[in-house]
């Protein structure tokens, strides 16, 4: 959907829209299971600047819900992940802060980002918005014992033998106190 400044000059906009996986290109972090919610309203904002200057800005204010499914940072097993954010967004046309010192921001609250040409596309501003409500790093529970770095396989479903070869640290320093205990008695 395009959200396009003539029009939004004549009419705000309000939207709600419903978007099949695949749409919204996540890249590799995150796959898409359902459909992804968005609702909200789309207007522009006039900035005076000086006598002569009218700047005119793209105000987004909305929320989206998706169900997704991320990578288990450990084991790369699929993670099921509910997203739901507000957002409240100003584009302000590209080129406008270029060597200004001094924005004049008519809502301090709202996220800037600005937009070229004769609009912007309300799908990336909603693929930006799901990637920036994802968690840094997911597991698939607390315990999950990931890939063994040799063979690949996943620890969680089957045992491999090259694990053993990994020599644990903490195992070293155990058969060191067997070994003094041995020789004490
Ligand atoms: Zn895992
Ligand atoms: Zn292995």
Redesign the pocket.
């Known amino acids: 959907m395009f959200l396009d400044i003539k029009e939004l000059e004549r009419d705000p906009l309000d939207f709600e829209e419903d978007f099949k996986p695949g749409v919204l290109d996540l890249g590799g972090e995150a796959r898409q299971t359902g459909l992804l919610k968005a609702s909200g309203r789309a207007e522009v904002v006039e900035e005076h600047h000086g006598k002569h200057q009218v700047i005119k800005d793209i105000r987004l204010r909305g929320r989206l819900a998706a169900s997704l499914e991320l990578q288990c940072a450990r084991c790369l097993d699929p993670v099921p992940q509910e997203v739901k954010r507000d957002f409240e967004l100003l584009y302000r046309p590209l080129g406008t802060d270029a060597g200004r010192d001094e924005l004049s921001v008519t809502d301090a609250e709202a996220e800037i980002g600005y937009y070229q040409g004769e609009g912007l596309l309300l799908e990336d501003v909603l693929r930006e918005q799901v990637l920036l409500a994802l968690p840094l790093k997911v597991t698939c529970r607390e315990d999950c014992k990931g890939m063994?770095p040799?063979?690949g396989?996943n620890l969680n479903q089957e045992h491999?033998?090259?694990?053993i070869t990994v020599e644990d640290p903490r195992w070293a320093a155990l058969k060191e106190v067997r070994g003094t205990l041995k020789n004490s008695r």
Request: hydrophobic residues 0%.
């Open positions: 063994c040799q063979c396989k491999c033998s090259c694990s």
